[in-house]
C-alpha cells in the first residue's frame, strides 16, 4: 500500500510561480515502476487531470490547460515526483493531489488519496 504527502501550496498572486512535491512512501511500493500524476479539484469542480509522468521520467502528458505552463517530473531516489507552475491564473486555484496510475494517458489513478495541497491564485 502507498501513502502519498502532498506539500508545496499556498497563496501567490496571478502570474506567480509554485512548485507542488509529493513524497512516496510504503512497504513493497517500487516508486520507479510507475507513472505518477498530479490532479485538481477547485471549488464546487470535480477532480481532474492535470499531468503524468512515465517511470523513468522520459515521457510527459499535459491536460490542454496547463500545457506551457506547468511541469512534472520526478526524482526516483527521493521518491518524489514535482509539479512547476508557473504564469499561475486565478482558475488554477484547486487542491492538487498526486497519485499512482496506471498510464500517462490512462487517466486512472489507482491508490488512495492524500490530503492534497491548497493552491490559490488570487491578487
Known amino acids: 500500500q502507498v501513502q502519498l504527502e502532498e506539500s508545496g501550496g499556498g497563496l501567490v498572486q496571478p502570474g506567480g510561480s509554485l512548485r507542488l512535491s509529493c513524497v512516496a512512501s510504503?512497504?513493497?511500493?517500487?516508486?520507479?515502476?510507475?507513472?505518477m500524476t498530479w490532479y485538481r479539484q477547485g471549488p464546487g469542480k470535480e477532480r481532474e487531470f492535470v499531468a503524468a509522468i512515465t517511470s523513468a521520467g522520459e515521457v510527459t502528458n499535459y491536460a490542454d490547460s496547463v500545457k506551457g505552463r506547468f511541469t512534472i517530473s520526478r526524482d526516483n531516489v527521493k521518491k518524489t515526483v514535482f509539479l512547476q507552475m508557473d504564469s499561475l491564473k486565478t482558475e488554477d486555484t484547486a487542491v492538487y493531489y498526486c497519485?499512482?496510475?496506471?498510464?500517462?494517458?490512462?487517466?486512472?489513478?489507482?491508490?488512495?488519496w492524500g490530503q492534497g495541497t491548497q493552491v490559490t491564485v488570487s491578487s
Open positions: 497519485n499512482v496510475d496506471r498510464g500517462i494517458y490512462s487517466d486512472s489513478p489507482m491508490a488512495s
Open positions: 510504503g512497504s513493497g511500493f517500487i516508486f520507479s515502476n510507475y507513472v
